[in-house]
């Protein structure tokens, strides 16, 4: 079913380690009318548009899954190099992490 995001309460509660990158939270929908022009059936529907996009939606949704992890992965790296950035040094080493040939 797919509803507008007006009809969504999206509630900021991911807070594991190593979960909060995922951007995920927690979604509640109560009371909510879903049309049935606001449904499909992703494994043996048959596709409103013609064409190979969407002959395959399973392909598509792969396509985001993938978008996450290249997300996740840039998120990740401008965090080291913003932290790599400042004069934090490591616990017992003299040379700030800006210039550590180990991190570098």
Known sequence: MMLPGR???I???WYSAGLRGTASHD??????FVPEQHTFDLFSGTPCMSGPLFAAPLVQFALHIAALALGSAEGASDELT??????ETRLYRRTPMQDSELLQ
């Open 11 to 13: 509630h900021d509660t």
């Open 7 to 9: 009809q969504w309460a």
């Open 27 to 32: 979604i509640e929908l109560e009371g909510a």
């Open 82 to 87: 913003e932290f790599a950035c400042t004069d």
